[in-house]
């Protein structure tokens, strides 16, 4: 049974770096025909998207978060990361990790329970 | 972009009703060489994370009620509840991945 956890401070200055990380078990993150994403819900609001790595490194990222978002692999600790540059209140919200097979359903199937952060000084 | 959108943004069944959300996107998700619908519901709780319920728009994932189905194809989309029960109460939401991945902004359904 494959789980995500999500990992990482839960308060975050403005104008710093958001770092997560997912840690992978029951599985491993570089093989098989997955590809492991980020997506975040502000209180109160919708789901939003913010990017996934293939097991081959290749990312895909949300065009309106692309200029400060990196999705990386560490194949090593069997995890997968995430940081957000320049952060504003606007990032404030439950961050979730999920993975997407994509030989079967192609959507994101499994998640990690979330972590809450909050961008405030 | 790919934008979906979902109506109506809120809904209050009685138990046992059936409950209908649609799901508009702005351009074709139907895939022509294998012939797929690239959409996807989930389900969402508070505290939870969200829940798979369909994908390829209309394949059950393992372990869903029957009572959930998906149809339409290309721009319109449909998630039905059968008979709603108590538990389904939740924010659905559809989400396209035909091209990278965007959601609609999520239906509330309510016991009447």
């Known amino acids: 049974q494959v789980r995500l956890q999500e990992s990482g401070p839960g308060l975050v200055k403005p104008s710093q770096t958001l770092s997560l990380t997912c840690t992978v078990s029951?599985?491993?993150?570089?093989?098989?025909?997955?590809?492991w994403g980020w997506v975040r819900q502000p209180a109160g609001k919708g789901l939003e998207y913010i990017g996934r790595i293939y097991t081959s490194g290749i990312n895909n990222y949300n065009p309106s978060l692309k200029s400060r978002v990196t999705v990386s692999l560490d194949t090593s600790k069997n995890h997968f990361s995430l940081k957000v540059d320049s952060v504003t209140a606007a990032d404030t919200a439950v961050y979730y990790c999920?993975?997407?097979?994509?030989?079967?359903?192609?959507?994101?199937?499994?998640w990690g329970q979330g972590t809450m952060v909050t961008i405030s000084s | 972009d790919i934008v979906m959108t979902q109506s109506p943004d809120s809904l209050a069944v009685s138990p046992g009703e059936r409950a209908t959300i649609n799901c508009k996107s702005s351009q074709s998700l139907l895939y022509d060489s294998n012939n797929k619908n690239y959409l996807a519901w989930y389900q969402k709780k508070p505290g939870q994370p969200p829940k798979l319920l369909m994908y390829?728009?209309?394949t059950r994932q393992s372990g869903v009620p029957d009572r959930f189905s998906g149809g339409g194809s290309a721009t319109d989309f449909t998630l039905t509840i059968s008979s709603l029960q108590a538990e389904d109460v939740a924010v659905y939401y559809c989400q396209q991945y035909y091209s990278s991945v965007t959601f609609g902004q999520g239906t509330t359904v309510e016991i009447k």
């Open positions: 999920a993975r997407v097979d994509y030989s079967d359903s192609n959507a994101f199937d499994i």
């Open positions: 029951g599985g491993s993150v570089s093989t098989g025909t997955y590809y």
């Open positions: 390829w728009a209309s």
